[in-house]
């Protein structure tokens, strides 16, 4: 299974973007790339999703490159509310997906 | 739309003793999930159910047993419960066809 591998932790300030780095150099070519957040002490929320293209939706973007290896994303003005636990995940099981979390990227949104 | 719920909130269990997690979603999802989720780790799914009337293991099924009692109601069994499951349980719900899942707001289960 393709694995991913995302910072431990990343700092911001209010109102700056953050661009949220995630490489999966193993990916295949069908794995599609999820970000989903959780805030504390609450259930993981869906973020992003993408294949190939560039994605864009009312919470962040998604940044995927040329190869596939690697993705961003980016949240255009970090708030307090964003301060969560980012994950980077690829589904495996076709439409019966399964999710496999690893420990994710702690953001710190500083006021 | 209340979305996924998810009963007890909090529950204490002595080793040995049995419950029952509860998890309805109303939103007509075909695919139900229960994952735990360890101090600073992030969530390993237990099992899941593509669709009512099936139901599959996931990554740490052992001491879990689950029913999909119907279309809206996921349940999770810990039949002898031991200290190595104390976690946070969270259960999730994914549309046919889509792509993102619903989770609720987890039950946290301490197992002395």
């Known amino acids: 299974d393709a694995k991913t591998t995302q910072p431990n932790s990343m700092e911001s300030n209010e109102e700056e973007p953050v661009h949220l780095p995630c490489n999966h150099s193993?990916?295949?070519?069908?794995?599609?790339i999820h970000w989903y957040r959780q805030l504390p002490s609450q259930g993981p929320e869906y973020v992003i999703h993408?294949?190939?293209s560039n994605v864009n939706n009312r919470m962040a973007s998604l940044a995927i490159a040329e190869d596939r290896k690697s993705s961003t994303l980016i949240l255009h003005r970090a708030t307090l509310r964003d301060a969560a636990v980012y994950y980077c995940?690829?589904?495996?099981?076709?439409?019966?997906?399964?999710?496999?979390f690893g420990k994710g990227t702690l953001l710190t949104v500083n006021p | 739309n209340a979305g996924v719920t998810q009963t007890p909130k909090f529950q204490v269990l002595k080793t040995g003793q049995s419950m029952t997690l509860q998890c309805a979603q109303d939103?007509?999802?075909?695919?139900m999930y229960w994952y735990r989720q360890d101090p600073g780790m992030g969530l390993r799914l237990i099992y899941y159910?593509?669709?009512?009337?099936?139901?599959d293991k996931g990554e740490v099924p052992n001491g879990y047993n689950v029913s999909r009692l119907n279309k809206r109601e996921f349940s999770l069994r810990l039949e002898s419960a031991a200290p190595s499951q104390t976690s946070v349980y969270f259960c999730?719900?994914?549309?046919?066809?889509?792509?993102?899942?619903?989770f609720g707001p987890g039950t946290r289960l301490t197992v002395l």
């Open positions: 995940i690829l589904p495996k099981g076709g439409s019966n997906y399964k999710l496999t």
């Open positions: 999730a719900s994914k549309r046919q066809g889509a792509q993102e899942q619903f």
């Open positions: 993408g294949l190939t």
């Open positions: 193993t990916i295949s070519g069908t794995d599609y």
């Open positions: 939103m007509n999802h075909n695919s």
């Open positions: 159910s593509a669709s009512e009337g099936t139901t």
